[in-house]
Nanobody, 126 residues
Framework: EVQLVESGGGVAQAGGSLRLSCVAS????????VGWFRQAPGKEREGVSC????????YYADSVKGRFTISSDNAKNMLYLQMDSLKPEDTAVYSC???????????????????WGQGTEVTVSS
């Protein structure tokens, strides 16, 4: 059974930091691009960041570039998102996802991920 389970969400003040984690199981983690989405109330889902070892791609949405850092530990099947300089507009449910195939980060960010987690809620207060 494929599972992606996120943790690390919570409440932070503007300017603060949070670190999200995602543990994957049930598929060969090394073969997939992995990344993060977020969805705020009343807004469309946004691809935040993606990392792919198969084509050496690291992607960040413009809205988080310079503030968020994605990383993975393939030995532990773990994905992380370090979120610094948080803003109230970062408030959302954050989900991790995995995609396989040609240009996997482009596929993942475009909403075509093969696997999704349930999400963890992040609230940033002003």
């Amino acid at each position: 059974e494929v599972q992606l389970v996120e943790s690390g969400g919570g409440v932070a003040q503007a300017g603060g930091s949070l670190r999200l984690s995602c543990v994957a199981s049930g598929f060969v983690f090394d073969d997939y691009a992995v990344g993060w989405f977020r969805q705020a109330p009343g807004k469309e889902r946004e691809g935040v960041s993606c990392i792919s070892s198969s084509d050496s791609i690291t992607y960040y949405a413009d809205s988080v570039k310079g503030r968020f850092t994605i990383s993975s530990d393939n030995a532990k099947n773990m994905l992380y998102l370090q979120m610094d300089s948080l803003k109230p507009e970062d408030t959302a449910v954050y989900s991790c996802a995995a995609a396989l195939g040609f240009l996997p980060c482009k596929v993942l960010v475009g909403g075509g991920a093969d696997y999704w987690g349930q999400g963890t809620e992040v609230t940033v207060s002003s």
